[in-house]
C-alpha cells in the first residue's frame, strides 16, 4: 500500500504506509453528502427577490455573514438558522416591520433546504463499504440535532459507522471529549474533512491527525488557513478526493483497536 502523491504527510515519509486499527472521525456536511450548494442556491434566490437599488450581492452576503455570527450562539447552524438570518437580513436591509408579507417569502428560501434533493459525494459509498472492515468509523457532524439527524437517516449509510455524534460546534474541546470517551491511542485518531475551521485545525490543536479534503463550495465562513505549527507527532495529509481514502489506511487487516 502507498500513500497517493498527491497527498501531503507534514511529519511522515509520503512513502510509509498507515497501518489499519485507526479510528477514523468523519465529517458529514459537504464531506460525505452535498450541502452548502443548497444554502448557496437560496441567497442567490433571495437577493433576486430582495433586487435592492444600491446593496451588490457581496454587500448583502457582508450583512447576512454579520447576522448568522450574531444568530449563531442562539441558534446555531442548519436550514431553521439560516432562515431566521435571512428575514433578519431583509428586515435589516429593507426596514420593513415583523408582520410584512414577505418575510414568510424569504424564510422559504431558507427553509426550502431541509427538502432539497439528498446527494452523497462520489466514491464516498464504495470507500465507506472498504475502510468499515478495518477501522473504527465515527461520524461528527455539528449543526441543529434534529436536521442532522434526519441527513443522517437520509444518507443510507448510518449503519456504516460505529457511531453518529452530532454536536453544537466542533472545537479543539469537543475533539478532546471525543478522544477521552473512546479510549483509544490519539495518535490512530484521524478527523476527516473539508472544514479547516471546524474539522481540521481544531483537531489538530486537540492532538489528533487530521485529512483535509477540500470541497470547491465550502461554506466562506468556515475556510481558514489550515494550522502549520502542531505537534510534530501529528500527521495532516491533504486528499483530493474521499475515495483516496483506501490508498491511506489499510483495507486488508482485521480490526484491532489499540487501547491507550
Known sequence: MTIPKNSHRVTASPGDPLPANQCLLIDADDTLWENNIYFEQSFADFVTFLNHEHLT??????????????????????????????RDTFQHVTGEPDDHPDLDTVERFGLRILDQ???????????????????????????HREEQQVKVERSGIEQCFDAVVIVEEKDESTYRSIVESLDVNPRQVWMIGNSPRSDINPA???????????????WHLEVEEVLSGFAPSLTLLRL??????????ATDEPNRLATS
Not at 465507506?128 to 461528527?140: A, G
Not at 485529512?211 to 463550495?217: E, G, N
Open 117 to 143: 434533493r439528498f446527494e452523497i459525494l462520489e466514491g464516498v459509498r464504495e470507500t465507506i463499504d472498504m475502510l468499515r472492515p478495518h477501522h473504527q468509523l465515527m461520524l461528527v457532524t455539528k449543526g
Open 204 to 218: 489538530l490543536r486537540a492532538g489528533i491527525n487530521a485529512v483535509y479534503i477540500p470541497h470547491p463550495r465550502t
Open 240 to 249: 483530493a478526493r474521499f475515495s483516496e481514502l483506501t490508498g491511506v489506511f
Open 57 to 86: 450581492s457581496a454587500e448583502i452576503q457582508t450583512i447576512l455573514d454579520e447576522l448568522q455570527v450574531a444568530n449563531r450562539a442562539a441558534h446555531g447552524y442548519g436550514a431553521r438558522s439560516f432562515a431566521k438570518s435571512l
